[in-house]
């Protein structure tokens, strides 16, 4: 069998591109919220039921956190934001960028989601200065103790950013898509992610000011007269990336479809074999498939056994972020969830055109690997 790659980013064709580009050129606005923006946001608002006030695009998810928290102010010097360390490091990098200190809370086992029984023990203890949560939706699934969380955020007077970087697409039990969560709620469009245009991302939020305050801020701080009001910065989404983006938005609900057709295939041939799934992942927009092996050894045997194959996998999150070097001294406890989860989850490949047979393939190296 040949060579089975991890990713493989689907994008518009060259024809479809080439007009889209024509269009730019014929425009001659490349930047600067210019009519391409504009058709972005409204496929965006239209997908995720809101309204163009409330929706600001960006160069990447990570600007995104940033900007939103300059937005809503969370600038405390030293202050604490709550944020779970089994995700990407670009959140809590992006915390420690604007002064703050990420202090880490485990998941639950379950959903593989920040516990909030623990985020309000933290809370309760009044051993650190909270000032927010930054809210991670592991791998995109939409976290269905949403409505928990607000009201906990709100009981202390905490501002609630929502990182779905992964999730653009995804649905919450209820059936409804993800995006108006918290007071500020931010995706990734970077080509890993299921509506892929290279790079970019997007701040959603449902209060207007904020995102005026974020569309001054990525564009150097300025006011309605060019005047720079605010510390600002260069965090503007192209307008070539924008087209793109609105040809992935005609294609992204079939596109999602056969991901989850995927993610079904792999289900049914590891759940038997003991594999866990996190809860509502078939809701998700699933960039990729995770399975968490019985044991560790299965995990290591797995990643070995699929590589002499020609099968390349990942382990997201391993080393969960309290691991790395640089983020040592902020953990809370020892976060027992998140080790043990870490050291046995394995990510496979998830992209459109593979096949029902790669699949099955993938699972039989599996099962030969959790049966030994």
Same mark, same amino acid.
């Given at each position: 069998?040949?060579?089975?790659?991890?990713?493989?980013? @689907?994008?518009?064709?060259?024809?479809?591109?080439?007009?889209?580009?024509?269009?730019?050129?014929?425009?001659?606005?490349?930047?600067?919220?210019?009519?391409?923006?504009?058709?972005?946001?409204?496929?965006?608002?239209?997908?995720?039921?809101?309204?163009?006030?409330?929706?600001?695009?960006?160069?990447?998810?990570?600007?995104?956190?940033?900007?939103?928290?300059?937005?809503?102010?969370?600038?405390? @010097?030293?202050?604490?934001?709550?944020?779970?360390?089994?995700?990407?490091?670009?959140?809590?990098?992006?915390?420690?960028?604007?002064?703050?200190?990420?202090?880490?809370? /485990?998941?639950?086992?379950?959903?593989?989601?920040?516990?909030?029984?623990?985020?309000?023990?933290?809370?309760?203890?009044?051993?650190?200065?909270?000032?927010?949560?930054?809210?991670?939706?592991?791998?995109?699934?939409?976290?269905?103790?949403?409505?928990?969380?607000?009201?906990?955020?709100?009981?202390?007077?905490?501002?609630?950013?929502?990182?779905?970087?992964?999730?653009?697409?995804?649905?919450?039990?209820?059936?409804?898509?993800?995006?108006?969560?918290? /007071?500020?709620?931010?995706?990734?469009?970077?080509?890993?992610?299921?509506?892929?245009?290279?790079?970019?991302?997007?701040?959603?939020?449902?209060?207007?000011?904020?995102?005026?305050?974020?569309?001054?801020?990525?564009?150097?701080?300025?006011?309605?007269?060019?005047?720079?009001?605010?510390?600002?910065?260069?965090?503007?989404?192209?307008?070539?990336?924008?087209?793109?983006?609105?040809?992935?938005?005609?294609?992204?609900?079939?596109?999602?479809?056969?991901?989850?057709?995927?993610?079904?295939?792999?289900?049914?041939?590891?759940?038997?074999?003991?594999?866990?799934?996190?809860?509502?992942?078939?809701?998700?927009?699933?960039?990729?498939?995770?399975?968490?092996?019985?044991?560790?050894?299965?995990?290591?045997?797995?990643?070995?056994?699929?590589?002499?194959?020609?099968?390349?996998?990942?382990?997201?999150?391993?080393?969960?972020?309290?691991?790395?070097?640089?983020?040592?001294?902020?953990?809370?406890?020892?976060?027992?969830?998140?080790?043990?989860?870490?050291?046995?989850?394995?990510?496979?490949?998830?992209?459109?055109?593979?096949?029902?047979?790669?699949?099955?393939?993938?699972?039989?190296?599996?099962?030969?690997?959790?049966?030994?």
């Amino acid at each position: 069998m040949n060579e089975i790659p991890f990713l493989k980013p @689907s994008f518009p064709s060259r024809d479809e591109l080439s007009t889209s580009y024509q269009d730019l050129l014929e425009c001659g606005i490349f930047s600067n919220d210019g009519p391409a923006s504009t058709e972005f946001i409204e496929g965006i608002c239209n997908f995720v039921q809101t309204t163009p006030e409330h929706v600001s695009l960006v160069a990447s998810a990570t600007s995104g956190i940033e900007l939103a928290l300059q937005a809503l102010d969370i600038s405390a @010097s030293r202050a604490h934001v709550l944020v779970a360390s089994f995700t990407f490091p670009a959140g809590p990098l992006a915390l420690r960028r604007q002064g703050l200190r990420p202090l880490f809370i /485990d998941i639950d086992s379950e959903t593989w989601q920040p516990d909030i029984h623990e985020a309000r023990r933290v809370i309760e203890s009044r051993k650190f200065k909270i000032t927010a949560i930054l809210l991670t939706n592991t791998f995109g699934t939409a976290n269905d103790e949403i409505e928990e969380w607000e009201q906990l955020a709100g009981e202390y007077a905490l501002k609630l950013v929502v990182d779905s970087a992964a999730g653009f697409g995804s649905q919450s039990p209820s059936g409804e898509r993800i995006g108006n969560n918290g /007071d500020c709620e931010i995706f990734s469009f970077h080509a890993t992610k299921t509506l892929a245009i290279g790079e970019g991302g997007a701040v959603i939020s449902k209060h207007a000011e904020v995102i005026n305050r974020i569309d001054s801020l990525k564009n150097f701080g300025f006011d309605g007269h060019r005047m720079t009001t605010l510390m600002g910065t260069n965090a503007k989404l192209s307008e070539l990336s924008c087209k793109i983006g609105v040809l992935q938005l005609e294609k992204l609900i079939p596109q999602i479809e056969v991901r989850r057709l995927i993610f079904e295939r792999y289900r049914n041939h590891l759940a038997p074999l003991g594999c866990k799934f996190q809860k509502n992942a078939g809701l998700s927009a699933l960039p990729f498939v995770s399975a968490v092996v019985p044991k560790q050894q299965h995990r290591r045997h797995a990643v070995e056994a699929l590589k002499v194959r020609g099968i390349t996998s990942r382990e997201y999150y391993n080393p969960p972020v309290h691991q790395h070097p640089f983020f040592a001294s902020e953990v809370n406890s020892g976060l027992p969830v998140s080790n043990d989860v870490a050291s046995r989850i394995i990510s496979l490949p998830t992209y459109l055109d593979l096949q029902p047979q790669q699949i099955d393939f993938i699972c039989g190296v599996l099962q030969q690997v959790v049966i030994t």
